[in-house]
């Protein structure tokens, strides 16, 4: 591996990141993951370690390939809150993956230790909206892969049963509020 002389300045590291992404190697990224530790980054480290973690299964050609789920299915409306649950009473850490049929729509959920932290969609949706969206998924397919989660933000502090919950308390109340506005008009 080739050895650099530039300082820890952030500017210096998206770009030997940036060098990486050119010529990925487990050593770079794990020297980039100490250099952003060293500078108190601990999420930009979290990260380099991942994409080390990667570069470990990567093939000749310099792609990697799709690891495999530990849960995977069909999904149909409803069923999300039964897979949840599953990957909750089991205390799960990884990344839930829902995808409608054609991949038109997605919704990633993030566990630790079993709690739901952290929820993204397609349209631009985080938290309270994207687990919303996969409660009522149609028809697709889910598939839930154990990885680490220290990178992603936090946004739910309360039980995952509190916010399921409060989220299916919240979509009940909107199908009731459609059915009185739709009856009076």
Not at 27 to 47: M, N, P, Q, T, W
Not at 142 to 151: A, L
Not at 160 to 177: G, I, P
Request: glycine share 8%; aromatic share 8%.
């Amino acid at each position: 591996m080739a050895t650099y002389s530039w300082g820890n300045t952030l500017d210096a590291l998206r770009q030997r990141e940036a060098e990486l992404k050119t010529s990925p190697t487990v050593e770079g990224y794990i020297d980039l993951a100490d250099r952003f530790s060293k500078v108190g980054l601990s999420k930009e480290a979290a990260r380099a370690y991942n994409l080390a973690e990667q570069c470990e299964g990567m093939d000749s050609s310099g792609s990697t390939p799709e690891p495999e789920a530990m849960l995977s299915g069909n999904l149909t409306k409803g069923m999300a809150v039964e897979i949840i649950q599953i990957i909750v009473n089991t205390r799960r850490t990884g990344e839930m993956v829902a995808a409608t049929n054609g991949n038109a729509e997605t919704v990633r959920v993030y566990f630790d230790s079993g709690r739901v932290i952290n929820a993204t969609g397609t349209r631009s949706m985080r938290g309270q909206k994207s687990f919303e969206r996969l409660l009522t998924l149609g028809d697709g397919t889910y598939k839930f892969f154990e990885r680490p989660v220290d990178h992603i933000d936090v946004l739910f502090e309360k039980s995952t049963d509190h916010l399921l919950l409060t989220t299916l308390q919240r979509l009940d109340e909107q199908v009731h509020w459609r059915q009185q506005f739709d009856s009076t008009t």
